[in-house]
């Protein structure tokens, strides 16, 4: 239809005007559909004479009118949706950028931020948005906990804390599990050296362990062992030079060494300089 038009706009118009009132009415409607109207101008109006094809004319433009109208109005709500589409659009890649920014600060060990957006600009990005505060949230908590039981244990001495936390569980469960395994083992060897120092050998350190705490475990009840043997062998010595004058047996400590061997050596050599007086 625009061709058709501009075609018509480039027919060479004679001088002077066309008698025929219905032509000069159609140059003048095809005048404005090349100009367009001027504010407050609208398309004229056919005052001539009437006939059936003159009335099919007009009707005919009425209708071409009206589809251009709708056309144009079509095209202006197109276009303005296409602007509010590329508004969003531009919205949308904000907010990933965003978002991508604080999974990049979570990955980096930065805790402290809290990300944002306004629920009304980005409907689609804010439930996100949140989800990764929430993370923000129950991560900086966990630090938190983590921190404070790792003070109380290096720093202050005290044990028994444990991660109070509802979420990660697969973090803070083996934390909590480690926690308490420290916990029982410091306790049981505390136990077992308190005993020692009041002469109580019937105690030996009991809770599971593994590695070097392990071997930590072992030496504690080997040395408890073996001085419960020298202390038992020791009476032993003692008790039958007071009643028979003499030793039957020396004192022996299975696997003695160093220190422990020197000190059952110098028994039994006190037992026999006993038993000769």
């Not at 480690?178 to 410091?186: D, H, N």
């Not at 009991?206 to 590695?211: A, D, K």
């Not at 059952?264 to 300089?273: F, G, K, M």
């Given at each position: 239809?625009?061709?058709?038009?501009?075609?018509?706009?480039?027919?060479?118009?004679?001088?002077r005007?066309p008698s025929?009132p219905?032509k000069?009415?159609?140059?003048?409607?095809?005048?404005?559909?090349?100009?367009?109207?001027?504010?407050?101008?609208?398309?004229?109006?056919?005052?001539?004479?009437?006939?059936?094809a003159?009335?099919?004319?007009?009707?005919?433009?009425?209708?071409?009118a009206?589809?251009?109208?709708?056309?144009?109005?079509?095209?202006?709500?197109?276009?303005?949706?296409?602007?509010?589409?590329?508004?969003?659009?531009?919205?949308?890649?904000?907010?990933?950028?965003?978002?991508?920014?604080?999974?990049?600060?979570?990955?980096?060990?930065?805790?402290?931020?809290?990300?944002f957006?306004?629920?009304?600009?980005?409907?689609?990005?804010?439930?996100?948005?949140?989800?990764?505060?929430?993370?923000?949230?129950?991560?900086?908590?966990?630090?938190?906990?983590?921190?404070?039981?790792?003070?109380?244990?290096?720093?202050?001495?005290?044990?028994?804390?444990?991660?109070?936390?509802?979420?990660?569980?697969?973090?803070?469960?083996?934390f909590?599990?480690?926690?308490?395994?420290?916990?029982?083992?410091?306790?049981?060897?505390?136990k077992?050296?308190v005993?020692?120092?009041?002469?109580?050998?019937s105690k030996?350190v009991?809770?599971?362990?593994?590695?070097e705490?392990?071997?930590?475990?072992?030496?504690?009840?080997?040395?408890?062992?073996?001085?419960?043997?020298?202390?038992?062998?020791?009476?032993?010595?003692?008790?039958?030079?007071?009643?028979?004058?003499?030793?039957?047996?020396?004192?022996?400590?299975?696997?003695?060494?160093?220190?422990?061997?020197?000190?059952?050596?110098?028994?039994?050599?006190?037992?026999?300089?006993?038993?000769?007086?």
């Open positions: 239809m625009s061709i058709n038009l501009l075609l018509l706009s480039r027919i060479e118009r004679p001088s005007m025929d219905l000069t009415y159609l140059l003048a409607v095809l005048n404005v559909y090349k100009n367009g109207t001027a504010p407050g101008e609208s398309i004229p109006a056919y005052d001539g004479p009437m006939d059936p003159t009335e099919e004319i007009l009707r005919s433009l009425d209708e071409m009206t589809r251009m109208h709708s056309t144009e109005k079509n095209l202006k709500d197109v276009n303005e949706r296409s602007a509010a589409i590329e508004k969003e659009l531009n919205q949308l890649k904000a907010d990933v950028q965003n978002i991508e920014h604080e999974c990049r600060a979570i990955a980096s060990g930065e805790i402290t931020r809290t990300a957006t306004d629920p009304v600009k980005s409907p689609i990005a804010f439930p996100l948005m949140e989800e990764v505060n929430f993370l923000l949230s129950h991560l900086r908590q966990l630090v938190t906990e983590i921190s404070r039981v790792c003070h109380e244990i290096v720093a202050e001495g005290r044990l028994g804390g444990q991660c109070l936390v509802l979420d990660f569980g697969e973090v803070h469960a083996p909590n599990m480690l926690a308490a395994r420290i916990t029982s083992q410091i306790r049981s060897i505390s077992v050296m005993g020692l120092s009041i002469g109580d050998l030996q009991e809770v599971e362990s593994y590695g705490q392990l071997n930590l475990k072992n030496t504690l009840n080997k040395t408890v062992i073996q001085t419960r043997v020298l202390v038992k062998e020791i009476g032993r010595v003692v008790s039958e030079i007071e009643n028979q004058g003499k030793i039957t047996v020396p004192a022996h400590v299975a696997g003695a060494e160093g220190q422990w061997e020197t000190i059952i050596e110098q028994v039994n050599r006190l037992a026999q300089l006993a038993a000769k007086e």
